[in-house]
């Protein structure tokens, strides 16, 4: 046997026994290892494989025609086949989704650096974590946060984080001085925003800011994650996929920590030593540098999620579609005037955001050359039924502004439903046509990767723009 | 003639959409069709077509489906679209407009592929 592993590490293909006296059985056992080592390549399907094989042997069956022996024959359809990394590589390319992990990240930077814990793991993810750590312990005692005056520390929360994470992000990708820089832009820009606005200390303008700029900067990450191919709609699949897992992933490791703490407190009890420390110290630092972490987690650890996120999304994209049409038909039933009140925008906002995460998260995690089938139109009615739900909301909202008057908060609120009802209207469109084999599947991911700046405009237009509007109050 | 990687790739979707015009086919016969037409000169790995034509599925512009004729092997068979005709008119407009544009440039003769077009 010529062994594979070895071949593997010089690229190149494993060539035919070298023992002599060669009949259809050597053959056989030649193709039958290739295969082997072909599917051993990541990006290949099954199916791909036996496209490949079927390719391989008519070659060799035309060349053996024209006189040459299988031995030759076989050697020469696998030259022909051309370099298998290459081949892989492309395949990779094409079916991002299939292992979008060894693309998130330049290719050299994953395999190594980032799996184990020598010092490339800490230039590139143990010191940021360290760092936004730290800068949140720095702001905190140095505003005071006991004291009360936590206005500044809530808008700027994000800016003492997600600068790390962007510079984990950049480190790990191996980005240019230019893409550095460019990197910075929205965060110096936000700082500098967000801290020369005069904002009437906990006015609504402030709180829509805190919530608003943390989502912003999120979308700043892009550009490091994407490492500048900021145009590509694969490289913008690949952040809606960070993203979802991003929070699975700090999901888990806030459940975790919540229970570390939580007995830690308790053990600590009868001691009669001061547990506030714990919340003080530790939360916060465990918080701001689970940020780094979970990301890191989301790259090295890539096969755990990759099997959970489209289970989780097959979970509860029925449930939420069950949920969302009975709060649907109910309400067309019953009316809205009666259940209707000033938050229940902000509800509903909510409502349409985890619809959306559920309807752009699934578009990422299916695979796009797959037929229409049973998901496609579960998803369909939760999207439809949102919309509906939406659209009620919103007609009896724009009446009530009318006679309310406008306030940061509804034009926030409205604006906001109104980004996320355009991307769900589309959506909807299009997987109507997807469903009636008009469109392909890939016109809703282009869709979807299209519409992604528009929600980072809006997050812009909240946290520059709508304080300007309202005087900062 | 050794021709340049970036024109082999960048001719590869409408020379294989253009031979899947002419009929449903599969990989190893399209690939066999490539050779004919360009009489050996465009070269490329026989592996390299099947990202692309995962590449063209995706898109739309090709069907495919597994089929095992009388007596032969089974095999994927690939099947244009009406998107990907149009795709492929379109490709033929801008190959048209760069022969046009290289033909004047180097003495007034439009490359003779773009006879036809014109």
Redesign the interface.
């Known amino acids: 046997m010529a062994t594979p592993d070895a071949a593997r590490t010089h690229g190149r293909v494993p060539g035919p026994n070298r023992h002599t006296g060669r009949r259809g059985d050597d053959l056989e056992a030649d193709i039958s290892q290739w295969r082997d080592w072909v599917a051993s390549r990541p990006g290949v399907d099954a199916?791909?494989v036996?496209?490949?094989e079927?390719?391989l042997?008519?070659?060799v069956v035309d060349l053996a025609r024209a006189g040459l022996v299988p031995d030759e024959a076989f050697l020469i359809a696998v030259k022909?086949?051309?370099?298998?990394d290459?081949?892989s590589h492309?395949?990779a390319?094409?079916?991002s989704g299939r292992m979008w992990r060894q693309l998130a990240l330049s290719d050299d930077a994953t395999s190594e650096s980032s799996t184990g814990w020598g010092v490339g793991w800490w230039t590139e993810v143990g010191l940021w974590a360290v760092a936004a750590a730290v800068a949140v312990q720095v702001a905190r005692l140095v505003t005071g946060l006991s004291d009360g005056e936590p206005w500044w520390l809530l808008t700027n929360a994000s800016l003492l984080v997600l600068p790390f994470l962007a510079g984990s992000l950049a480190q790990r990708n191996g980005l240019t001085r230019r893409q550095w820089l460019l990197t910075a832009v929205p965060f110096v820009g936000a700082a500098i925003v967000v801290n020369v606005s005069p904002f009437t200390p906990g006015g609504s303008t402030q709180i829509l800011v805190a919530a608003h700029l943390p989502v912003l900067l999120w979308f700043a990450l892009a550009r490091p994650l994407m490492a500048g191919e900021m145009a590509s709609r694969e490289r913008r699949m690949d952040f809606v996929r960070f993203s979802g897992e991003w929070i699975i992933y700090y999901t888990l490791i806030a459940l975790g920590g919540g229970v570390l703490v939580g007995l830690a407190v308790v053990i600590l009890e009868p001691t009669g030593i001061d547990e506030d420390w714990l919340i003080t110290w530790a939360l916060p630092s465990g918080a701001a540098g689970a940020v780094v972490v979970a990301a890191w987690l989301v790259q090295a650890k890539q096969q755990v999620i990759e099997n959970m996120a489209p289970v989780l999304t097959m979970v509860f994209t029925p449930l939420f579609a069950v949920m969302l049409a009975g709060a649907a038909v109910t309400y067309a039933i019953t009316g809205l005037d009666a259940a209707f009140d000033r938050e229940l925008l902000g509800v509903f906002d909510a409502m349409m955001v985890v619809v959306l995460g559920l309807v752009v998260y699934g578009t990422s995690a299916r695979d796009?050359?797959r037929p229409a089938g049973w998901m496609d139109r579960v998803q369909l009615v939760a999207v439809g039924s949102a919309l509906a739900l939406d659209v009620m909301v919103l007609a009896t909202m724009v009446g009530r502004i009318g006679a309310l008057g406008f306030t940061p908060n509804r034009v926030a609120a409205l604006g906001l439903n109104l980004v996320v009802l355009v991307n769900l209207a589309g959506a909807a469109w299009l997987s109507v046509r997807f469903l009636a084999g008009r469109?392909?599947?890939?016109?809703l991911e282009a869709w979807q990767t299209a519409y992604l700046p528009v929600f980072a405009m809006w997050l812009a237009i909240v946290v520059g723009v709508l304080p300007l509007l309202f005087q900062f109050t | 003639m050794h021709i340049d990687k970036d024109l082999v790739a960048a001719s590869a979707t409408p020379l294989a959409l253009g031979i899947l015009a002419e009929g449903e086919n599969y990989g190893y016969a399209i690939m066999k069709r490539v050779r004919e037409l360009s009489g050996g000169d465009l070269e490329w790995a026989d592996g390299m077509l099947y990202p692309l034509l995962h590449r063209l599925r995706r898109l739309g512009y090709v069907t495919t489906e597994w089929r095992t004729p009388p007596g032969e092997r089974r095999r994927r068979y690939y099947a244009i679209t009406d998107e990907g005709r149009a795709a492929l008119a379109d490709r033929q407009r801008q190959w048209a407009a760069v022969a046009r544009t290289l033909g004047q440039a180097w003495g007034g003769d439009p490359l003779p592929f773009a006879l036809g077009e014109a």
């Open positions: 199916e791909d036996d496209e490949l079927g390719h042997r008519d070659q022909r086949m051309g370099s298998i290459d081949l492309e395949f390319r094409e079916y796009p050359s469109v392909p599947f890939h016109r």
